[in-house]
């Protein structure tokens, strides 16, 4: 069994080391005692809850494509000159930077605030704005 300590569990899960320790009283997440006699969290248990409790906001634009890894957040930043940007965008808990032509910057309307999905396929970032947002 993998081992993690309650302090590490926490910041992967991104709570606080309380709720981790609730957590482990409640039975949801699986623990036991390491070397030293201090409690530590099942990785598998850890990694199980993560992924079923991970939230990120649903793609709602109705656009079907072959790429998996879309992650639909608010554009937190966007930093421009005349020919390249750098766009970064807050997906839940993930910060997805994509480097874009600053026409296609302002063609798709990109600003601190908006809504844009990131498409991820191999090493390219692909940026979209949603047609239909519910």
């Known amino acids: ?3 993690i300590r309650i302090k590490d569990a926490a910041q992967f899960l991104a ?7 609730r957590w482990i009283d409640a039975g949801t997440l699986a623990s036991g005692k390491d070397d ?4 530590v969290v099942d990785g598998l248990s850890l990694a ?3 992924r079923e409790n991970a939230v990120l906001a649903a793609d ?3 656009i079907g494509r072959s790429a998996r890894n879309r992650f639909v ?3 937190t930043k966007v930093t421009m000159d005349t020919v390249m940007a750098q766009v970064e965008i807050q997906c839940g808990p993930h910060r997805v930077v994509s480097l874009l032509s600053s026409e ?6 990109l ?3 908006s809504v844009a999905i990131a498409v991820v396929k191999a090493t390219s970032v692909i940026v979209e704005t949603p047609t239909v947002m519910a």
């Open 1 to 3: 069994m993998s081992q």
């Open 36 to 39: 030293s006699g201090r409690t």
């Open 60 to 62: 709602t634009s109705g």
């Open 48 to 50: 199980t809850l993560a």
């Open 73 to 75: 957040g608010l554009v």
């Open 104 to 109: 296609a910057v302002r063609e798709l309307g």
């Open 15 to 21: 709570v606080s080391d309380d709720t981790v320790r």
């Open 111 to 113: 600003e601190p605030g």
